[in-house]
Antibody, heavy 119, light 110 residues
Framework: EVQLLESGGGLVQPGGSLRLSCAASGFIFSNYAMSWVRQAPGKGLEWVSA????????YYTDSVKGRFTFSRDNSKNTLYLQMNSLRVEDTALYYCAKIQRGLGSFDSWGQGTLVTVSS | EIVLTQSPGTLSLSPGERATLSCRAS???????LAWYQQKPGQVPRLLIYGASSRATGIPDRFSGSGSGTDFTLRISRLEPEDFAMYYCQHYGSSPPVYTFGQGTKLEIK
């Protein structure tokens, strides 16, 4: 059974930083691209970033480019999202999600970790 | 940049009725990369349909997807009480990879 467990969320002031983690199990981690998807309170789903199975390539939505860095440690089956220069509009529940190979859909999701950016 | 527009914003139906949800893309997209998700309040999104028409593991056959080009549809043949939720469509575009969600359709009990 695929399990994804996010951690690292919390309250941070505008301009601050946080690092999210996502521990994965139940599948061959390095074989799959992974992603972060966020959901602001009462709003819809927004893709944030994706990373290839090797970790060599990462991609970002425009609003986080230059501020967020997505990485992975395949020896630890863990993803990391380093978030710098946080803005109030980054406040959301952040999900990590497994990407279906070759299809670009998200077939497994974690429970999410809440990031609140506020002064 | 592809924009996905879902309609209606809210759909009010009764259990047992048939639901038809629409997802329209701003330009033609590959149906291979069109997915649908269900999200209940306080819960994690769940993949329902991928490749426009393939049901994900464990999804009942009352859920079906169809469409091509710019117009895609999610149908629920006979609504069960547990089907009342938010539904999102999503597209994957390559070169470079970009993932786009529609704004969602709320399916509520009439």
């Amino acid at each position: 059974e695929v399990q994804l467990l996010e951690s690292g969320g919390g309250l941070v002031q505008p301009g601050g930083s946080l690092r999210l983690s996502c521990a994965a199990s139940g599948f061959i981690f390095s074989n799959y691209a992974m992603s972060w998807v966020r959901q602001a309170p009462g709003k819809g789903l927004e893709w944030v970033s994706a990373i290839s199975g090797t970790g060599r390539n990462a991609y970002y939505t425009d609003s986080v480019k230059g501020r967020f860095t997505f990485s992975r440690d395949n020896s630890k089956n863990t993803l990391y999202l380093q978030m710098n220069s946080l803005r109030v509009e980054d406040t959301a529940l952040y999900y990590c999600a497994k990407i279906q190979r070759g299809l670009g859909s998200f077939d497994s999701w974690g429970q999410g970790t809440l990031v609140t950016v506020s002064s | 940049e592809i924009v996905l527009t879902q309609s209606p914003g809210t759909l009010s139906l009764s259990p047992g009725e048939r639901a038809t949800l629409s997802c329209r893309a701003s330009q033609s997209v590959s149906s291979s990369y069109l997915a649908w998700y269900q999200q209940k309040p306080g819960q994690v999104p769940r993949l329902l349909i991928y490749g426009a028409s393939s049901r994900a593991t464990g999804i009942p056959d009352r859920f079906s997807g169809s469409g091509s080009g710019t117009d895609f549809t999610l149908r629920i043949s006979r609504l069960e009480p547990e089907d009342f939720a938010m539904y999102y469509c999503q597209h994957y575009g390559s070169s470079p990879p970009v993932y786009t969600f529609g704004q969602g359709t709320k399916l509520e009990i009439k």
